[in-house]
């Protein structure tokens, strides 16, 4: 066990002051040693898997009840290494399917491995934005065009997903935010309030690629709120964010674009004061130097975790014990969360067999 093997960040907010009070009672020695007993106490949690596909995106949800959503699919090729460690992630929920697939975007590192990941395991539904748009660029017509011979064969239902629809996955509560370009034309209950870090968002050209497309969700479970935006651009987010919040409070961000520059402008990260961020870059795609910075300057930010290590952005890297994957070789090694309906979630590393919990 390491020293951040029980990590536990208590934040105070007066309509939580029981919560406030149990995870003060969390840092007291003998409630560490008990820890493990009161997690049991939870009937019913919320399993989602950071899957490590080298710079891509694959993050796999599953309920209690066992349904699973899967956000995008990794790369194409290298043997069927990134469908491997899906269907890796999935046996170790207890699942011999996959419910449903939501790609965010065409481009072959979110859609490219949808035709080795129908050969490992069975899927349900896949869920899109729908037509390609960006029709220039040959390796996304390539992963577009091997996503369509897939629905083709007719054994998968589809849905092309569009701003205010709910997703029907049981037991969670995805609202689609952007789809297509487009976005969510009204404010969140409670949210909708002017956004002060718009004036501090650069404003940039319009971008003409499929991640300005991106199929983004805000994830409900209980009382906590998930948000991916996929690979969002920094346009795009201002104009969704300013000038006013439509989100308002998000407690785990899925960091958009892997944490590249083109995306994670303050007028999204800023706004939206998220507990934990986590970001599924590469060694050498994603974590740039500038992004880094701006991810960890969030204000009331508990923590940054990396799926590796950073080469561009260096000693503004996460601590290690918050990454998954070192300098050096990939390892393959994946982030763990796993999360209650009271808002509570703990981040589980198992390169260093140790966790962070988080709470209200």
């Known amino acids: 066990m ?5 990590v536990v960040v208590c934040r105070f907010r007066a309509s939580r002051l029981p919560a406030f009070v149990a995870c003060l009672a969390l840092l007291s020695g003998a409630a560490l040693r008990a ?13 989602i898997f950071f899957i490590d596909v080298e ?4 993050t796999l949800f599953v309920t209690p009840d066992h349904h699973s959503l899967l956000i995008d699919t990794g790369w194409p090729d290298n043997q069927g290494r990134d469908a491997d460690r899906i269907v890796a992630a999935a046996h170790r929920a207890g699942l011999d399917r996959i419910d449903f697939v939501l790609l965010t975007h065409y481009h072959v590192d979110h859609t490219g491995g949808v035709p080795q990941l129908v050969d ?58 952007t789809a297509d370009g487009n976005f969510l034309d009204h404010a969140l209950p409670g949210a909708g309030q002017p956004n002060p870090y718009c004036k501090e968002s650069q404003v940039r050209p319009a971008d003409q690629t499929e991640n300005a497309r991106s199929l983004g969700v805000l994830i409900t479970w209980g009382e906590l709120r998930i948000l991916d935006l996929g690979d969002l ?17 998000i407690d785990l961000l899925i960091v958009s674009h892997h ?6 402008s303050p007028a999204l990260v800023d706004a939206i004061t998220p507990r934990v961020a986590i970001m599924d870059n590469g060694a050498t795609k994603g974590g740039s130097k500038p992004t ?3 991810l960890r300057k969030i204000p009331g930010l508990d923590a940054l975790w990396q799926l590796h290590y950073s080469e561009e952005a260096g000693p503004d890297n996460a601590p290690e014990p918050f990454i998954a994957n070192l300098h050096g070789p990939d390892t393959g090694f994946g982030l763990d969360v ?21 709470v209200p």
């Open 35 to 47: 820890q493990h007993v009161a997690v049991q106490h939870f009937t019913a949690d919320l399993k």
């Open 120 to 177: 490992r395991i069975p899927v349900g539904t896949f869920i899109d934005h729908g037509p390609l748009r960006e029709t220039g660029d040959q390796p996304t017509v390539d992963a577009y065009s091997g996503y369509q011979k897939v629905l083709a064969t007719g054994k998968y239902q589809h849905i092309i997903a569009k701003p205010g629809d709910v997703l029907p996955i049981p037991g969670l509560h995805p609202l689609v935010l």
């Open 2 to 6: 390491t020293v951040l093997s029980r």
């Open 338 to 358: 796993t999360a209650w309906k009271t808002g509570s979630f703990r981040v589980d590393n198992p390169r260093t067999r140790s966790s962070a919990s988080y």
């Open 233 to 249: 651009t920094w346009d795009k987010e201002m104009a969704f964010m300013c000038p006013n919040n439509p989100l308002g409070h």
């Open 292 to 294: 880094v910075e701006t």
């Open 259 to 264: 944490g590249w520059y083109q995306s994670s």
């Open 55 to 58: 710079g891509g995106q694959s």
